[in-house]
């Protein structure tokens, strides 16, 4: 009898961990998915706050001595720099539109409000 009720036990202790491992399995996998999506979307956004840094960092000291393709020249360098240090790998093509994003939050943000007009003023009468 003692025989029976172990196997019986066994099997059942089997069975549950069956099941356990297979809706174990797909949760962890779809856990791992999100941890990894979420690390992603850090790094990117890392990434884009040194493409940021790096943009305002040539437009303020090389204003004057460097234009156009040579301050995003010099940006990608610096990207590309601190990315390395990081342990981060990205193309050339997503380090250029990082930089391109930077430039374009940069120049929206430095709009410039014009001046009104002088306006004659008319004499009194």
């Known amino acids: 009898m003692n025989d029976l009720i172990y196997k ?3 099997a059942v202790i ?8 297979n809706q174990a399995i797909p949760y962890l996998k779809g856990k791992y998915a ?11 956004s890392w990434a884009m706050d040194v493409a940021d840094a790096a943009v305002r960092a040539v437009e303020q000291t090389a204003a ?13 360098q610096f990207v ?7 342990g981060i790998t990205m193309t050339d093509d997503q380090i250029s539109t990082l930089i391109e994003a930077a430039v374009q939050t940069m120049n929206s943000e430095q ?15």
Do not use: M, N, Y
């Not at 004057?64 to 990608?76: T, V």
């Not at 590309?80 to 990081?86: T, V």
């Open 8 to 10: 019986v036990l066994l």
């Open 14 to 21: 089997t069975a549950l961990i069956g099941v356990i491992v």
């Open 34 to 44: 999100e941890a990894e999506a979420k690390v992603r979307q850090t790094k990117w």
């Open 64 to 76: 004057e001595a460097i234009h156009g393709q040579g301050k995003k020249d010099l940006a990608e």
């Open 80 to 86: 590309r720099s601190a990315l390395s240090r990081a």
């Open 111 to 125: 709009i410039k409000i014009e001046e009104p007009a002088d306006l004659e003023e008319e004499p009194d009468e």
